[in-house]
T-cell receptor, first 114, second 115 residues
Framework: DQQVKQNSPSLSVQEGRISILNCDYT??????FLWYKKYPAEGPTFLISISSIKDKNEDGRFTVFLNKSAKHLSLHIVPSQPGDSAVYFC?????????????FGKGTLLTVNP | GAGVSQSPSNKVTEKGKDVELRCDPISGHTALYWYRQSLGQGLEFLIYFQGNSAPDKSGLPSDRFSAERTGGSVSTLTIQRTQQEDSAVYLCASSLAGLNYNEQFFGPGTRLTVL
């Protein structure tokens, strides 16, 4: 039973345009969401997070939107750059469980074309 | 400063053999995690260490898997009698620990291939 779903395995955008990566979840007890970026042969690195009490968090070119009623979050990257090409993982923490456990989606491979 | 390091970076083994994977966390991080990423899957939680507390082993898939953390620093994940389905990238992460969630810093992973 996949509680965090990233339904798009891959996404390709042009440099300078917006990249939108989507994530859906099923567990209503999730209270904290994170996005990680992963380059080949490297471990994931933390990108941005959002608490369930907010609906938006912005950090430079990266903005995460949370729609709790739809159990949906998205990561917007504007403008997209070739260096953003990586696999992006959505992750969530269960407020009813341990605060250190994260549930990850399968990831979306973003390719930004020059 | 140095990040999380893992060794080896790649390991090829034959079915039935035992393997040991090593993780050196960031100095000062009291929490250490092991995850597994199988092909086409997300990261799967395996085990969590926090200080001197009993580890949370709830994610270990079978009793062939075990992990130790010596001296509150280096950790070793051991897989006994490896099976082909154990082939995956094994990732280690560390973090500070507290009541609230703390960012987990990941190592580059060990790619395990069981023939």
């Amino acid at each position: 039973d996949q509680q965090v779903k990233q339904n798009s395995p891959s996404l390709s955008v042009q440099e300078g345009r917006i990249s939108i990566l989507n994530c859906d979840y099923t567990n209503s007890m999730f209270d904290y969401f994170l996005w990680y970026k992963k380059y080949p042969a490297e471990g994931p690195t933390f990108l941005i997070s959002i608490s369930s009490i907010k609906d938006k968090n912005e950090d430079g070119r990266f903005t995460v939107f949370l729609n709790k009623s739809a159990k949906h979050l998205s990561l917007h990257i504007v403008p997209s750059q070739p260096g953003d090409s990586a696999v992006y993982f959505c992750a969530a923490r269960d407020s009813g469980g341990s605060n250190y456990k994260l549930t990850f989606g399968k990831g979306t491979l973003l390719t930004v074309n020059p | 400063g140095a990040g999380v390091s893992q060794s080896p970076s790649n390991k090829v083994t034959e079915k039935g053999k035992d393997v040991e994977l090593r993780c050196d966390p960031i100095s000062g991080h009291t929490a250490l995690y092991w995850y597994r990423q199988s092909l086409g899957q997300g990261l799967e939680f395996l085990i969590y260490f926090q200080g001197n507390s009993a580890p949370d082993k709830s994610g270990l898939p079978s009793d062939r898997f075990s992990a130790e953390r010596t001296g509150g620093s280096v950790s070793t994940l051991t897989i006994q009698r490896t099976q082909q389905e154990d082939s995956a990238v094994y990732l280690c992460a560390s973090s500070l620990a507290g009541l609230n969630y703390n960012e987990q810093f990941f190592g580059p992973g060990t790619r395990l291939t069981v023939l």
